[in-house]
């Protein structure tokens, strides 16, 4: 069993035995950070893996949410709502990464950009179907039910969201270890050679982009029966902004990366409110500090170490090596 492996086992034994000992908030903020580790996973496979530069992440989480909240006062079960969430974004990301992604970099950015702006301009505006500024309430139907088992409380809800975020940490996992994975990777470190290899760079492009989408609608649906209140704000482009730099924090391409990231996202400004009017400055400078320090993430870390003790093992051996020859190294 390798040290990540054990490092999950433990993180989930915490998450598992910690959150009965905690306050109302303190069970609502985690599961709110698990609803981020998932839709940041999602992202994680089209930045990180794939090497994409998407900024309309949140797009797909509010139409995830939007999807659930408009059937469940339809009368529509969230059973039926959070596969449809997925479906749909899945699709709409197929039909937003066509033609998108025929431009890369940072054109792909701008054109998620402008996808996440007019996504949210339908949100505020269509009033009729999600209910504009004044919002969608679904708090009067109630949380799901699960094999007879209530998830109306916020601790039974927050196991069930920590189990779909193990469920859908587990599905990526083994995708990323699959052939197709290892095609992503390749794609994210050379293109060109990916190319040559016989892979087909605009297919598997495209497919982490809509299992990215995917993954986005459902944390957008988990959210939607977290909160029990959708509206526009919290699917705006800062949000997507705000996904984005979760990723990078925690480390791109690193499976963990999410989970570390989504901390320092959602829980870390938690930490600071102290600071009360300058935590914003504080979170704001500390992650800029971190950027300039771990440009990769920090997840990057034993990575930097291990290469730092390797270079001098190195420089160690060519130093003994022009010794045993005779020569002043």
């Known amino acids: ?24 908030y303190g069970i609502y903020l985690i599961s709110y950070w698990l609803v981020f580790v998932i839709a940041t996973m999602g992202l994680n496979l089209t930045v990180g893996y794939a ?36 479906i749909g974004c899945f699709v709409v990301g197929i039909g937003l990464g066509f033609p998108a992604l025929r431009v890369q ?42 094999l007879g088992l ?25 995708l990323l270890r699959s052939p197709w994975g290892k095609a992503f990777t390749a794609l994210r470190d050379n293109p060109i050679r990916a190319e040559s290899l016989g892979i087909n760079v605009q297919s598997y492009t495209l497919l982490a982009f809509a299992i990215g989408a995917a993954y986005a609608g459902v944390a957008g649906a988990l959210f ?15 949000t997507s902004i705000m996904m984005y730099l979760m990723v990078v924090v ?25 600071a009360q009017a300058w935590y914003l400055f504080v979170f704001g400078t500390l992650v800029i500090v971190l950027m300039l320090w771990l440009p990769d993430g920090l997840l990057s870390i034993p990575d930097r170490i291990k290469a730092r003790r390797q270079a001098r093992e190195a420089s160690a051996a060519r130093a003994t090596s022009a010794r045993a020859v005779g020569v002043q190294p």
């Open 250 to 274: 925690g480390g791109p391409g690193y499976f963990f990366g999410p989970v570390i990231g989504a901390a320092v996202g959602v829980l870390l400004p938690e930490w600071l409110r102290f």
């Open 224 to 238: 939607a029966h977290l909160v029990q209140f959708i509206e526009p704000a919290p699917f705006a482009v800062g």
């Open 105 to 146: 970099t940072i054109y792909l950015a701008f054109a998620t950009l402008g996808f996440n702006t007019a996504v949210w301009l339908v949100m505020r505006n269509e009033e009729w179907l999600t209910g504009g500024t004044f919002g969608i309430d679904i708090s009067s139907f109630g949380r799901p039910g699960l």
């Open 150 to 174: 209530s998830l109306e409380k916020n601790l039974s809800y927050y196991y069930f969201v920590l189990g779909m975020t193990v469920l859908l940490a587990g599905l990526l996992w083994g």
């Open 1 to 24: 069993m390798n040290r990540t492996t054990l490092i999950g086992i433990a993180g989930l034994v915490l998450l598992l035995a910690v959150p009965p000992f905690l306050k109302n």
């Open 51 to 86: 090497g994409q530069k998407s900024l309309g992440h949140a797009a797909f989480f509010g139409l995830g949410a939007y999807t659930v909240a408009v059937l469940a006062k339809a009368g529509i079960s969230f059973w039926l709502g959070l596969p449809l969430a997925a």
